[in-house]
């Protein structure tokens, strides 16, 4: 037994893989019932985006309360929102994230949010790749999708990355995708750009 093993699942007496496979593995959102993935910068002026998508939403807990079992572990959520934070809120970086959550949760919804004077805003890929390349000799121009190192322009990088989400097989295609434009100083969160599955 390595370090830690013992908090793995696939450790305990009680779990059974098969029944997991069995039941499409629909264990873990009987425990807490995330369906919506959030995805938004890091930046700490936006951290009320997942609220606000919440409200927006208004069938959404979050962030919600533990739930505890009478020997006081934390047996579950009652979270219905999982928050994916990175550089400019760009959905490409969170595309493992989606996979992850939709196989032990099966999500409904992914939401991309740019915010307001977000600091993807400052510069351009070509700049961002030429200043790396100048400060560590390392060549990241083939790395990453180009359009997704900056925000140029925020309609155009929010239907962007919706884009990039319905067409990547590593989104299912049931489903729902929503991007927004949030203002950080009055709180503002506006709907830009809906795709939902016929």
């Known amino acids: 037994m390595t370090k830690y093993s013992e908090f793995e699942f696939r450790t305990q007496q009680w779990f059974d893989p098969a029944w997991f496979e069995r ?5 873990f959102g009987h425990f807490i019932p995330m369906k919506t993935i959030v995805v938004h910068c890091f930046d ?8 606000a998508v919440a409200d927006y939403f208004e069938d959404e807990v ?3 309360e533990n739930i505890l079992n009478e020997d006081g ?31 032990l949760f099966q999500v409904q919804k992914v939401v991309v949010v740019h915010h307001s004077f977000c600091g ?22 083939a790395m990453f999708d180009h359009d997704s190192l900056a925000i ?3 309609e155009e990088s929010i239907r962007h990355d919706v884009a990039l989400l319905r067409a990547s097989p590593a989104v299912p295609k049931n489903i729902k995708l929503y991007g927004f434009f949030y203002e950080i100083n009055s709180g503002k969160l ?3 750009v809906k795709d939902i599955p016929a």
């Open 23 to 27: 039941s499409n593995f629909q264990g």
């Open 44 to 51: 700490p002026r936006a951290s009320e985006i997942p609220k």
């Open 62 to 64: 979050y962030p919600g």
């Open 73 to 103: 572990y934390r047996v579950g959520h009652t979270r219905t929102l999982f928050a994916v934070s990175n550089a400019g809120g760009r959905a490409l970086s969170a595309l493992q994230s989606v996979t992850t959550m939709d196989y």
């Open 120 to 141: 993807a805003t400052a510069f351009a890929p070509d700049t961002l790749i030429g200043d790396f390349h100048d400060h560590h000799h390392a060549d990241i121009a």
């Open 152 to 154: 140029t322009h925020f």
């Open 190 to 192: 506006t709907e830009v």
